[in-house]
C-alpha cells in the first residue's frame, strides 16, 4: 500500500494505490485518523485499491465516524467493482459514502 | 545471570592453561568455573550442567575442540551456550572454522588480560540478554498457547442425531490463522424445537480480536438465560439488535464484527436468519442447486447504536444443506494474489457426500493448501447444517 496526501486547505484527499489488507491498514490508520480530526472534509481516492479487508473497513469506517462527529464528511472516490461489492456486503454502504467523478472505470 | 553466579566451564588439556584462566576469572568475580581436560569430559560435564560459557583449547587428545563445536550444534546446544575459542596467536584457519561451527569469538594465547575480561565479560552479558528474551518468549508463547485452547473449546463439538423427529447434522470448524484470532462459531438449543446457528468475524486478527469475539460470544450466550430467550431468537434480529447495542456503546477503536445469527424451527423447517454485514451462507437444496441467503442485511455489530436489524425466512427441505462460511475461506489469497472465492466453495458444497464425517475440515485444509505455504491468511470458522433424509448412522 503507498498513499499520496494532498492537505492543502480544508478538504483532504488521499490517494491509496495497493490492497488494504493488515499491512495496508498499518500505513493508513496514522494518517486517516489524524486527517479525520482535522478537516472538514476526506476525499479518498479508491481507485488503484486492489482489495479491501475488514481491518482496512474498519479504519475507513473510523475516519467516517470521526469526520462525521465533527459535522464532516468522508467520501471514497472510484472504487473498483469488487471493492465496492465488499462495502456493500458488509452492512457498510451508509457509513461509507461512495462517489464516481467519471474519471475511472469500475 | 550475573558475574557472580554465571557458570563457566575451562576446557584445556594442559592443566597450566587451565589454572591460569580459572585464576583470571575468579579475579573478575566468576565463583562457579569447572574444568575438564578434553572434549569428551567437556561434553560429559555439559550434559550434566547447564553452563553459562565455554571456554574451549582446539588442539585437545580423546576429541579436539572441533568435535565439541559438532556435537553442540547438532543438538542445537550451541544456540544456547556461547562459546570462546582458544588459540594459539597467529592461527587464524581454525579460528574461521571454530565460528563457523557456531562458537562466539575467539582468545588468543598467551593471554591478554584485558581482552580476556572484555570478551568473558561481554559474552556474559549478550548471554544473560538472550536468555531473558528466550524466557519472556517462552512465556507469551505458553500463555497465547493456553489462550489459543481456551478459545478453541468455545466451539461445540460435532453433533449428528435426530431433533424432534428430524435427522441432522452440524459440523462446526474453527481455525485461527495466529494462536487466537476474531472469528466465533457456535450452535445451541433454545427451547425443545429451536437450534441457533451463529457465525462471527471480528474486523481484526489476533489478541484484541479475540476478546472482541469473546465477549460478543458471552454476550449472545446470556441472552439464552432470559426468560423471554424463546421469543428473542425466534426473531434472531431482536436478539442480535441486544447484542449490537451493547457492543457499539463506547466502541470509539471501531472495531466490529460481522455475524450471521439464524434460528431454525426444527419441527417446521424454517430457518430465520439476520445478517449484520456477514457475506450471505451458501444453501444447497435437495435437488443439488445452490442458492445464497443474501437478504436480511445490516451494518456490522459494534458500529451503530441504534442499527435495527430484520430477518427474512426460508424453508429447508430434506437433504438440504446450509452452509454459512467466514471470508477467511472466500478472500484467501494464492502466491500470484488469486482469490479462493466463492465458487470453489460452491463447489466443494455441490460435491458434498452425506456419508463424509468432518467435511469442514476438508474445505479448511483446501483453503491452507490454495495459500501453499504462505502464512495463513485470516481466521476462518464454518458452520455446515444438514438435513439427513434418512437417520444417520
Avoid: W
Wanted: charged share 20%; with cysteine.
Amino acid at each position: 500500500m503507498q498513499i499520496a496526501i494532498n492537505d492543502a486547505g480544508s478538504t483532504a484527499t488521499v490517494t491509496m494505490v495497493g490492497r488494504l489488507d493488515i499491512s495496508g491498514a498499518e500505513v493508513v490508520a496514522l494518517p486517516l485518523a489524524t486527517l479525520s480530526g482535522s478537516k472538514n472534509a476526506l476525499i479518498i481516492d479508491m481507485a488503484a485499491v486492489t482489495f479491501v479487508a475488514s481491518i482496512g473497513l474498519r479504519h475507513l469506517v473510523s475516519a467516517a465516524k470521526a469526520i462525521g462527529r465533527r459535522g464532516g464528511r468522508l467520501v471514497l472516490l472510484n472504487p473498483n467493482a469488487a471493492v465496492a461489492e465488499v462495502i456493500t456486503t458488509a452492512g457498510l454502504a451508509d457509513l461509507l459514502v461512495v462517489e464516481r467523478d467519471g474519471s475511472a472505470q469500475s | 545471570m550475573t558475574v557472580s553466579n554465571a557458570k563457566i566451564l575451562v576446557v584445556d588439556d594442559v592443566a597450566e592453561n587451565r589454572d591460569l584462566l580459572a585464576r583470571r576469572l575468579a579475579r573478575l568475580g566468576f565463583t562457579s568455573i569447572d574444568q575438564a581436560s578434553n572434549g569428551v569430559e567437556a561434553l560429559a560435564a555439559i550434559g550434566t550442567k547447564s553452563y553459562d560459557l565455554l571456554l574451549l583449547d582446539i588442539m585437545m587428545p580423546e576429541l579436539d575442540g572441533f568435535g565439541v563445536l559438532e556435537a553442540l550444534k547438532r543438538d542445537g546446544r550451541i544456540n544456547e551456550l556461547p562459546v570462546l575459542v582458544i588459540s594459539a596467536l597467529g592461527e587464524i584457519e581454525p579460528v574461521v572454522r571454530c565460528i563457523e561451527l557456531g562458537a562466539t569469538d575467539f582468545i588468543t594465547k598467551p593471554f591478554n588480560p584485558t581482552l580476556l575480561r572484555a570478551r568473558v565479560l561481554a559474552t556474559i552479558e549478550n548471554k544473560a540478554l538472550s536468555d531473558l528474551m528466550r524466557d519472556e518468549l517462552r512465556r507469551k508463547q505458553l500463555e497465547l498457547n493456553e489462550a489459543r485452547t481456551l478459545q478453541l473449546a468455545l466451539a461445540p463439538q460435532r453433533f449428528a442425531g435426530t431433533v424432534c423427529g428430524r435427522a441432522l447434522s452440524i459440523d462446526v470448524l474453527l481455525d485461527p490463522a495466529k494462536e487466537v484470532g476474531g472469528d466465533l462459531v457456535d450452535y445451541f438449543r433454545v427451547g425443545d424445537d429451536m437450534i441457533i446457528l451463529a457465525l462471527g468475524d471480528v474486523s481484526d486478527k489476533g489478541a484484541g480480536a479475540a476478546l472482541m469475539m469473546a465477549r460478543t460470544h458471552a454476550m449472545l450466550r446470556a441472552l439464552t438465560a432470559r426468560p423471554d430467550a424463546a421469543a428473542l431468537f425466534r426473531a434472531p434480529q431482536q436478539a442480535l439488535g441486544i447484542v449490537n447495542a451493547a457492543l457499539a456503546d463506547g466502541n470509539q477503536s471501531c472495531m466490529f464484527v460481522t455475524f450471521l445469527l439464524a434460528s431454525l424451527d426444527v419441527a417446521t423447517a424454517r430457518l430465520a436468519y439476520v445478517r449484520a454485514g456477514h457475506i450471505p451462507p451458501f444453501h444447497r437444496n435437495g435437488a443439488g442447486k445452490i442458492g445464497r441467503l443474501s437478504g436480511a442485511g445490516g451494518p456490522p455489530l459494534g458500529l451503530l447504536e441504534n442499527a435495527t436489524y430484520r430477518a427474512e425466512t426460508v424453508d429447508l427441505g430434506p437433504d438440504d444443506r446450509l452452509l454459512i462460511v467466514t471470508d477467511g475461506f472466500t478472500e484467501a489469497h494464492d502466491p500470484g494474489d488469486s482469490l479462493f472465492g466463492e465458487a470453489r466453495v460452491e463447489a466443494f458444497l455441490a460435491g458434498l457426500a452425506a456419508a463424509e464425517r468432518e467435511p469442514l475440515r476438508r474445505l479448511a485444509d483446501h483453503v491452507r493448501a490454495f495459500e501453499s505455504g504462505r502464512r495463513p491468511f485470516d481466521d476462518m470458522a464454518a458452520i455446515l447444517l444438514s438435513f439427513e433424509s434418512r437417520p444417520p448412522s
